[in-house]
């Protein structure tokens, strides 16, 4: 069969590294008249124009004027039975999750209404650029059926698994110990590694399971291959608290995903927007990642995230929107509101390490950078064209930028949903504005 050739030529931005490991200038490669080449589903070459263009021959040629191309955004967390629920008023995490998310989740025992919600829901991701999410569906079986069968259409690269919870959380969510293994090993089963999905054993979080639960989570994770696992930590106070009384015997609250076997280089925690040094340390030690979800955390009033502590600890961190919690699918916006957090702090927030934290840093989260994140030849073609011009204030402040770099910061501050022109995933267009 031959193979399809095109060339995509715009400004082109990616990251190569870590600006807290390689300074900033080592970060990223900038091309300003760059050229894209994808092969089928892959990345084939990037680079200038100028050395590009003279090897292409025979190959279609797509041109974009006042655009940058970078990488499919990464969302490292986000909840797909809480998009009819976004922007739920008044309340901190707690009484939130008992008045308006449990009501809402409690829908996906329906396929009908799954199915529908997973179009909504995907649809809202690559229009807002995403190409890559790590999702908690519900305890229903029938939320991860529906969301893995809508992105195995769409050929996207997707990680969700059904939400274990056994105690804690109104009857018509929970499930038992014995029936969320069970469920959990027929759907890693049915979906872990088919295509580009893959499966994370998902328990909510230390409160909602019984020690029972928890271990056969671990059970899971070392039953089969290449598993992730996600879960929330240390994200509200009254949670830590809650926490403390629940499990006593142990020394913090990552220790209890620690003492299940739950950490690993595929585990990822929302939040730890109040983790101790020690707890640090050890999601170093067992490679594990934070997601770091700034609209959520000021949505939920559930404080600010502290990412130069986690950069002193080497913590791989990823970006998560948290929708429902989080009030944006945009990445673009999460980084704008993620200024905002380290701001509050006294910390600067770089555009390019923003840029590494939507790409690059969530690949590493998810152990996927050998496939996502950059632009690098070999790598999935998946990627967005952003307009420069997308609104006209856009347009206007991006005219009166003196630098890339004040270009790069204006787009995450100001960019949203409209910024995002086209969306590739697998050398597919599968959005176009
Ligand atoms: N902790 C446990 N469940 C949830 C959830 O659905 N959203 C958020 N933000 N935190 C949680
Ligand atoms: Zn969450």
């Given at each position: 069969m031959s193979s399809t050739r095109t060339a995509y030529r715009a400004a082109i931005l990616h990251s190569i590294a870590d600006p807290a490991e390689v300074g900033i200038e080592a970060s990223y490669e900038y091309f300003a008249d760059g050229v894209l080449l994808v092969e089928d589903d892959l990345i084939k070459a990037v680079g200038p124009a100028q050395t590009l263009l003279p090897t292409l021959g025979d190959v279609e040629l797509i041109e974009y004027e006042n655009a940058l191309i970078t990488p499919g955004f990464i969302d490292t967390h986000i909840h797909f039975p809480q998009t009819g629920m976004v922007?739920?008023?008044?309340?901190?995490l707690l009484d939130w999750l008992n008045n308006y998310t449990f009501p809402c989740e409690s829908?996906?025992?329906?396929k009908a209404h799954a199915d529908q919600v997973a179009e909504i829901f995907l649809a809202e991701l690559l229009r807002n650029g995403t190409t890559t999410a790590l999702v908690f569906a519900s305890m229903h079986p029938e939320s991860v059926d529906a969301l893995f069968e809508a992105a195995e259409r769409l050929n996207l690269r997707l990680i969700t698994g059904k939400v274990m919870m056994d105690r804690n959380a109104p009857d018509y969510l929970t499930d038992t110990a014995d029936s969320s293994y069970a469920e959990s090993k027929a759907l890693i089963e049915r979906?872990?590694?088919?295509?580009r999905l893959h499966y994370a054993v998902t328990p909510r979080f230390a409160p909602t399971s019984t020690p029972e639960q928890l271990s056969l989570a671990g059970q899971l994770l070392s039953e089969h291959e290449g598993l992730y696992m996600q879960t929330h930590i240390s994200e509200n106070v009254k949670e830590v608290e809650w926490v403390k009384a629940l499990?006593?015997?142990?020394?913090?609250?990552l220790d209890v995903y620690d003492h299940y076997q739950?950490?690993?280089?595929?585990s990822v925690l929302a939040h730890?927007?109040?983790?101790c040094d020690d707890e640090c340390a050890r999601l170093a030690e067992t490679g594990s990642a934070i997601a770091f979800c700034p609209t959520s955390n000021l949505f939920l009033g559930s404080g600010l995230f502290n990412l130069a502590q986690a950069e002193r600890f080497k913590v791989n961190v990823g970006l998560g929107?948290?929708?429902?919690?989080?009030?944006?699918?945009?990445l673009l916006q999460t980084l704008n509101e993620a200024y905002k957090v380290m701001q509050l702090q006294g910390e600067k927030l770089s555009p390019f390490k923003s840029l590494y934290l939507a790409t690059l840093g969530g690949a590493r989260a998810l152990r996927l950078e050998e496939r996502i994140g950059t632009l690098q030849?070999?790598?999935?073609a998946d990627f967005v064209v952003l307009d420069y011009k997308a609104t006209p204030l856009l347009d206007y402040r991006i005219s009166q930028s003196k630098s890339f770099e004040e270009t790069l910061f204006v787009l995450m501050t100001?960019?949203?949903?409209?910024?995002?022109?086209q969306t590739y995933a697998a050398g597919r267009l599968v959005h176009q504005r």
């Open positions: 922007g739920a008023y008044g309340e901190q829908q996906f025992g329906d979906w872990h590694g088919k295509g499990f006593p015997e142990r020394k913090n609250y739950l950490l690993g280089e595929r730890g927007v109040h983790l929107t948290d929708v429902g919690g989080g009030t944006s699918f945009s030849p070999g790598s999935d100001l960019g949203d949903d409209r910024t995002v022109a």
